[in-house]
């Protein structure tokens, strides 16, 4: 803040005009710096989503593969008691 102060001061030689462009120039750097802030605060906003989401999606993967084993075990044994009932047909025909 000094330096802006002084550098208002420099501008002060020229009169109002001095003071009108110096205060701009704050005004800019001001503007920058919040939009700087906002930016980093939305950055982190991101992070912290995207984080949430891979974690979720990680989680349903791992919910997805466990459906899908007890599917596999189910469709494995009905083909077994299948294969039997054939295998069993096949024993009592004459």
């Known amino acids: 803040m000094d330096t802006i102060f002084k550098t208002a001061e420099k501008w002060a ?3 109002l005009s001095g003071v009108v462009i110096s205060a701009l120039f704050f005004v800019i750097w001001r503007l920058v710096t919040e939009a700087r802030e906002h930016s980093e ?8 989503q995207t984080a949430s989401l891979l974690r979720e999606h990680r989680e349903e993967r791992a919910e997805w593969l466990e459906s899908a084993e007890r599917r596999d075990d189910k469709l494995g044994q009905a083909i077994n008691n299948l294969t039997n009932s054939f295998h069993n047909l096949n024993r009592f025909k004459p």
């Open 41 to 48: 605060k939305l950055q982190e906003m991101h992070h912290r």
């Open 13 to 15: 030689e020229f009169g």
